[in-house]
């Protein structure tokens, strides 16, 4: 089974920024990778994926511009650059991998366990 785990959640001011990784467990260009998030009482959201190369990248509409998704193959990792927070992406941020999409949530196989990120004054 591929492991992920992502790192780098915690507590910003409104209009900070956050950089999150994920650690893929096997050789991570096999798998197309994606970014969703859960808050609360909240449905999980999609958030944002990427190619497996890394040539292309799609996002949810409200966070196009503000977030950024990349990965090095290389080192096996996914990022999630998170620029102007506000308090509505307060969330627990998941990764999660894919052998056959990156376009639809039934494709990814695998899901890290999550990290928290919290937006607060």
């Known amino acids: 089974q591929v492991q992920l785990v992502e790192s780098g959640g915690g507590l910003v001011q409104p209009g900070g920024s956050l950089r999150l990784s994920c650690a893929v467990s096997a050789r991570a260009s096999d798998y197309a990778m994606g970014w969703f998030r859960q808050a609360p009482g909240k449905e999980r959201q999609y958030v944002a994926s990427i190619t497996w190369s890394g040539d292309n990248a799609l996002y949810e509409d409200a966070l196009r511009g503000r977030f950024t998704i990349s990965r090095d193959n290389a080192k096996n990792m996914v990022y999630l650059q998170m620029n102007s927070l506000k308090p509505e992406d307060t969330a627990v941020y998941y990764c999660?991998?894919?052998?056959?999409?990156?376009?639809?949530?039934?494709?990814?196989?695998?899901w890290g366990q999550g990290t928290q990120v919290t937006v607060s004054s």
């Open positions: 999660a991998a894919s052998r056959s999409g990156y376009t639809s949530l039934d494709e990814y196989d695998y």
